[in-house]
């Protein structure tokens, strides 16, 4: 252990002493990532799961840090919120994304962007956004944004709504992520002008063989046709997984099957290639 006057979370060698300094390097890191800009955005391809043509992409963060190599999304996204660096990382998605799109031009397709609650909830996200898109000059019908049901908390329901129904009149296109896994009820989801129903990955890992899920993964899908929404299914990782969703009326897919989310120059090449058909 270290010279006393120092409090218990400095004492080397102990457990919660290396958490407590793993997770301080991993928050001074993600500052200086941040601001020196080095997140990278990756696309992973949806496609129509008749035809198995791309249809649009996921935009999906991606941090190499010098020192503590590839860090994942699911360990940095959640410390980024609870330090209120969100915001700062949600811009700069979108402001490479919106670049992105505008560097493609007429190669462009539909690029969904995830959006974090604490994002919707802040009040400035609307005008950033706004600005992001009028310097690069896209046409916000090619951006989608992914929000989880966990966005859609009924205490600020009427605020949720506004927001939406602003972003929407934007021309931007709205789905719901992880769709399955939330408690929002079908009557809330009724009157939120969202465009897509995105089942979570949890129900269809285990298909075509688990009866629940096959019976879950189907009434969202006749669902979401009866609701005139759009639904695609994430993590598809077969081909036996792609004809049940199918079969079950899904008009769109996403996963490795059809491939992982790839770094902007591979992605230039799939958009090339897309075009030639
Ligand atoms: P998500 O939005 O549900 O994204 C899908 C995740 O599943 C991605 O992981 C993707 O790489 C992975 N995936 C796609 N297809 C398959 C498959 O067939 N099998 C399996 N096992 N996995 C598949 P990733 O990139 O690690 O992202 C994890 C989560 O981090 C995302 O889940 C999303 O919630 C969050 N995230 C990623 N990028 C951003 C971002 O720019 N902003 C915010 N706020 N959140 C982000
Ligand atoms: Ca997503
Ligand atoms: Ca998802
Ligand atoms: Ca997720």
Redesign the pocket.
């Known amino acids: 252990a270290k010279e006393s006057g120092r409090n218990n979370y400095s004492i080397y060698n102990s457990s919660l002493g290396q958490r407590h300094d793993q997770a301080l390097q991993l928050e001074q890191a993600l500052r200086k990532a941040l601001s020196q800009q080095q997140l990278q955005?990756?696309y992973?391809p949806k496609v129509e799961l008749k035809t198995g043509q791309l249809h649009s992409l996921?935009?999906?963060?991606?941090w190499k840090d010098q020192e503590l190599g590839q860090v994942?999304?699911?360990d940095f996204?959640p410390i980024?919120?609870t330090l209120g660096l969100?915001h700062q990382?949600?811009q700069q998605?979108l402001r490479q994304v919106c670049h992105q799109l505008q560097q493609w031009g007429p190669l462009a397709v539909p690029v969904a962007?995830?959006?974090?609650a604490k994002?919707l909830a802040d009040p400035q996200f609307l005008s950033q956004l706004k600005q992001i898109l009028a310097e690069s000059e896209v046409d916000p019908q090619l951006l989608e944004l992914?929000i989880?049901e966990s966005c859609l908390l009924p205490e600020r329901a009427a605020e949720t709504q506004r927001v939406l129904q602003k972003l929407r009149q934007l021309g931007i296109r709205l789905a719901i992520?992880?769709f399955g896994t939330g408690y929002s009820s079908l009557s809330y989801l009724r009157h939120l002008p969202i465009n897509c129903l995105?089942i979570?990955?949890s129900f269809i890992?285990t298909l075509p063989d688990n009866t629940n899920d096959r019976q879950i993964t189907s009434a969202i899908i006749a669902m979401a046709n009866a609701m005139g929404l759009d639904v695609i299914a994430?993590?598809?990782?077969s081909q036996a997984q792609q004809e049940f969703l199918l079969s079950a009326g899904c008009q769109f897919g996403?996963?490795?099957?059809f491939g992982?989310?790839v770094d902007q120059s591979n992605i230039l090449h799939l958009l090339r290639q897309a075009k030639q058909y």
């Open positions: 955005v990756h992973q996921e935009a999906l963060v991606r994942a999304p699911a996204i980024a919120e969100i990382l949600g998605v962007v995830n959006i974090s994002e992914e989880t992520d992880d995105k979570d990955r890992k994430e993590g598809v990782e996403q996963g490795y099957w992982k989310a």
